[in-house]
């Protein structure tokens, strides 16, 4: 995730107003002034507003449309998916088709590795991140700025500029197909100490004086007080690592071996449609199992996931 | 004097414990950030022995040259760029117009929305299989609709890579939607209103007004989405793969530096090819920002 030039105004990025937290009266005010006769003016709001709804309803009748067939197809059995004119519902539905792609695929052992991957790797990149945070927040040491900015040029490099070096780097370490190769190298994030920085910087420094008139070392500043009241941008962290991390293909494509040891969920998609057990339709329910988890992600965490993509779009 | 003393020392060990808590990051940074970066300079500048075993010898720029000057480079770079015109403006256009049908608070609006957004939580492994299976030549609904060139789309050479721009742009969506989204709610209400009250139509109000406001975000969504264009690498892998008649025009720099380097066995070229592409995406992100700062107006 690349960064906006990095301003020093606390909360830059920390503040963004989730999307629709405010209301707005919108729709009432148009037009107001000159409409014709109150009928007319009204009859056409209800028009326009019928017109924003088709509007809306085709976007997404777009967007889901292929995720639709793809729901579709893994329910059909094989010689089902070449009938013409397509069947555009599973009229005799195969659910054996999910559990086939769960044996066959061994879907079991990818998604259990790419949750082990994907935990190993939020855990990491949220405690190293609250740490370095809070030392460029609250801590005065040398070169505390060149430091910070050397935190942030991370996200100037980008990762296959590194590829070579870090697989040489993980097989010389005897790391190669093993959940530390997989994770270590992603076990620090310069976006998420740039956010946590800044949520960091929002805390009103009356309250650290008080706190360190109670007695509380850094130590329990932090855990008792600065990261509860940051914990809207340790959430947007933790759902933005997790789909960062889930969604890998490059580098555990490079760094997992054939036995099916630590490879995750995204590679066993790829080798299911190179297997023999697979079909299309068996493909395709594994498809439907892997992207789940991560649609029911959304739905429940979609303020902090939106917080965190948007941090740096608007100032 | 004691508490001049006392004062040093707590300065000290404030600096020690600094240090210390940046020290786990740096040690991630140091190893697989930094190293890496710098020795692929290096590397760039040794020549791969033909056969596995030898000795790989310093050969200096004589390599980079050769490389950068190859048909090979120049072929990926040109679809490189090819791809990047078929992504971004397609994927911030349609982000933009989703973004705006949906900023009003209509009964339901939430479910528009989470569907807008849904394509960010797909993965490239995801994207390319549900888009894999629609430009399938036997299944499906391509054939129904009458598309289904000769030879497949996905071997087609000219078809494959508009293809992967479909499935990039749709991946793409709900990034583009939820930063256009993030935009528009940030946008001051009442300049709106004021140009709605000076009888300015919806349509004028949007250009002369809404675009230049959101204009901060616009130019971070270019940026971004550049940037995603440029690393789309899993469609490509899945669904084409280096043994398929359209490989070579669809082989953008990143799938070039994988193949180079895994498919290849050619640490030295896939260095160069990968500097290759840093530079290219950060000129591209330093001239962005110039060309584009300049025009931007900010709100506050």
Same mark, same amino acid.
């Not at chain 1, 069947?87 to 195969?94: D, E, G």
């Given at each position: 995730m690349p960064a906006e030039p990095v301003s020093d105004a606390p909360g830059a990025a920390a503040v963004l107003p989730a999307e629709g937290a405010v209301p707005r009266p919108q729709g009432a005010a148009p037009g107001e002034a000159h409409r014709p006769t109150p009928r007319a003016g009204r009859s056409r709001r209800r028009l326009r507003l019928v017109a924003r709804y088709l509007l809306l309803t085709l976007? *997404?009748?777009?967007?889901?449309?292929?995720?639709?067939?793809? /729901?579709? $197809?893994?329910?059909?059995?094989?010689? *089902?998916? *070449?009938?013409?004119?397509?069947?555009?519902?599973?009229?005799?539905?195969?659910?054996? $088709?999910?559990?086939? *792609?769960?044996?066959?695929?061994?879907?079991?052992?990818?998604?259990? $590795?790419? /949750?082990?991957?994907?935990?190993?790797?939020? /855990?990491?990149?949220?405690?190293?991140?609250?740490l370095a945070a809070y030392a460029f927040a609250f801590l005065r040491f040398p070169f505390r700025r060149t430091l910070f900015l050397l935190f942030l040029s991370t996200l100037m490099i980008p990762f296959e500029v590194t590829l070579i070096t870090n697989l040489d780097t993980i097989t010389s370490l005897g790391w190669y197909n093993t959940f530390a190769g997989l994770t270590v190298p992603f076990l620090a994030t310069g976006f998420g100490t740039f956010l946590l920085r800044q949520a960091f910087l929002q805390i009103p420094r009356d309250l650290q004086e008080a706190a360190a008139l109670d007695g509380y070392g850094h130590w329990r500043f932090m855990t008792r007080v600065a990261v509860p009241l940051a914990r809207p941008s340790v959430a947007a962290l933790a759902v933005f690592s997790f789909l960062g991390a889930w969604n890998q293909y490059l580098w555990p494509l490079v760094v997992t071996g054939n036995n099916n040891a630590v490879r995750t969920v995204q590679i066993g998609l790829k080798l299911l449609v190179g297997t023999n057990v697979s079909s299309v339709n068996v493909t395709l329910a594994g498809t439907v199992i892997a992207v789940t988890p991560l649609l029911i992600l959304l739905i429940v965490f979609q303020k902090q996931l939106v917080r965190s993509l948007t941090a740096g779009a608007v100032k | 004097m004691a508490s001049v003393v006392s004062r040093r020392s707590q300065r000290l060990r404030e600096a020690v414990l600094g240090y210390l808590l940046i020290l786990p990051a740096l040690a991630v940074f140091g190893v697989f950030v930094f190293y890496p970066f710098a020795r692929n300079f290096k590397l760039a500048l040794y020549q791969t022995p033909p056969f596995p075993g030898l000795p790989s010898h310093y050969v200096g720029l004589h390599q980079v040259g050769q490389v950068l000057t190859s048909s090979n480079f120049l072929q990926s770079l040109l679809t490189t760029i090819f791809f990047v015109v078929l992504v971004v403006p397609a994927g911030l256009l349609l982000g933009l117009f989703l973004a705006v049908a949906a900023h009003?608070?209509?009964?339901?609006?939430?479910?528009?929305?989470?569907?807008?957004?849904?394509?960010?939580?797909?993965?490239?492994?995801?994207?390319?299989?549900?888009?894999?299976?629609?430009?399938?030549?036997?299944v499906g609904f391509l054939p129904w609709l009458g598309i289904n060139p000769h030879p497949p789309i996905l071997e087609n050479t000219t078809w494959a890579l508009p293809a992967i721009a479909v499935m990039a742009v749709w991946q793409f969506l709900g990034l583009s939607f939820i930063i256009m989204s993030a935009g528009l709610s940030s946008l001051p209400e009442e300049v709106l209103e004021a140009a709605r009250v000076d009888g300015a139509s919806s349509w004028t109000t949007f250009w002369r007004v809404t675009v230049p406001l959101l204009s901060p975000t616009l130019f971070f969504g270019v940026v971004v989405a550049t940037i995603y264009a440029f690393q789309t690498f899993g469609q490509i892998d899945i669904l084409i793969g280096s043994q398929n008649a359209a490989y070579e025009h669809v082989n953008v720099l990143i799938y070039n530096v994988y193949t180079t380097l895994q498919i290849n066995g050619d640490p030295g070229r896939a260095a160069v090819l990968s500097i290759?592409?840093?530079?290219?995406?950060l000129t591209l992100t330093l001239v962005q920002m110039r060309f584009l700062e300049r025009r931007v107006s900010y709100a506050s």
């Amino acid at each position: 995730m690349p960064a906006e030039p990095v301003s020093d105004a606390p909360g830059a990025a920390a503040v963004l107003p989730a999307e629709g937290a405010v209301p707005r009266p919108q729709g009432a005010a148009p037009g107001e002034a000159h409409r014709p006769t109150p009928r007319a003016g009204r009859s056409r709001r209800r028009l326009r507003l019928v017109a924003r709804y088709l509007l809306l309803t085709l976007g *997404a009748l777009v967007v889901l449309l292929p995720v639709y067939l793809t /729901v579709v $197809n893994s329910l059909l059995p094989e010689p *089902a998916l *070449a009938h013409q004119p397509p069947y555009l519902y599973p009229s005799h539905a195969q659910w054996q $088709n999910y559990s086939t *792609a769960w044996v066959g695929g061994h879907l079991s052992i990818y998604l259990r $590795n790419s /949750v082990i991957q994907t935990a190993i790797i939020v /855990v990491g990149q949220l405690v190293t991140s609250i740490l370095a945070a809070y030392a460029f927040a609250f801590l005065r040491f040398p070169f505390r700025r060149t430091l910070f900015l050397l935190f942030l040029s991370t996200l100037m490099i980008p990762f296959e500029v590194t590829l070579i070096t870090n697989l040489d780097t993980i097989t010389s370490l005897g790391w190669y197909n093993t959940f530390a190769g997989l994770t270590v190298p992603f076990l620090a994030t310069g976006f998420g100490t740039f956010l946590l920085r800044q949520a960091f910087l929002q805390i009103p420094r009356d309250l650290q004086e008080a706190a360190a008139l109670d007695g509380y070392g850094h130590w329990r500043f932090m855990t008792r007080v600065a990261v509860p009241l940051a914990r809207p941008s340790v959430a947007a962290l933790a759902v933005f690592s997790f789909l960062g991390a889930w969604n890998q293909y490059l580098w555990p494509l490079v760094v997992t071996g054939n036995n099916n040891a630590v490879r995750t969920v995204q590679i066993g998609l790829k080798l299911l449609v190179g297997t023999n057990v697979s079909s299309v339709n068996v493909t395709l329910a594994g498809t439907v199992i892997a992207v789940t988890p991560l649609l029911i992600l959304l739905i429940v965490f979609q303020k902090q996931l939106v917080r965190s993509l948007t941090a740096g779009a608007v100032k | 004097m004691a508490s001049v003393v006392s004062r040093r020392s707590q300065r000290l060990r404030e600096a020690v414990l600094g240090y210390l808590l940046i020290l786990p990051a740096l040690a991630v940074f140091g190893v697989f950030v930094f190293y890496p970066f710098a020795r692929n300079f290096k590397l760039a500048l040794y020549q791969t022995p033909p056969f596995p075993g030898l000795p790989s010898h310093y050969v200096g720029l004589h390599q980079v040259g050769q490389v950068l000057t190859s048909s090979n480079f120049l072929q990926s770079l040109l679809t490189t760029i090819f791809f990047v015109v078929l992504v971004v403006p397609a994927g911030l256009l349609l982000g933009l117009f989703l973004a705006v049908a949906a900023h009003r608070h209509l009964r339901g609006i939430a479910v528009y929305r989470i569907i807008f957004s849904s394509t960010v939580v797909s993965s490239v492994a995801v994207a390319a299989l549900v888009f894999g299976t629609l430009m399938n030549p036997v299944v499906g609904f391509l054939p129904w609709l009458g598309i289904n060139p000769h030879p497949p789309i996905l071997e087609n050479t000219t078809w494959a890579l508009p293809a992967i721009a479909v499935m990039a742009v749709w991946q793409f969506l709900g990034l583009s939607f939820i930063i256009m989204s993030a935009g528009l709610s940030s946008l001051p209400e009442e300049v709106l209103e004021a140009a709605r009250v000076d009888g300015a139509s919806s349509w004028t109000t949007f250009w002369r007004v809404t675009v230049p406001l959101l204009s901060p975000t616009l130019f971070f969504g270019v940026v971004v989405a550049t940037i995603y264009a440029f690393q789309t690498f899993g469609q490509i892998d899945i669904l084409i793969g280096s043994q398929n008649a359209a490989y070579e025009h669809v082989n953008v720099l990143i799938y070039n530096v994988y193949t180079t380097l895994q498919i290849n066995g050619d640490p030295g070229r896939a260095a160069v090819l990968s500097i290759a592409l840093f530079l290219l995406t950060l000129t591209l992100t330093l001239v962005q920002m110039r060309f584009l700062e300049r025009r931007v107006s900010y709100a506050s």
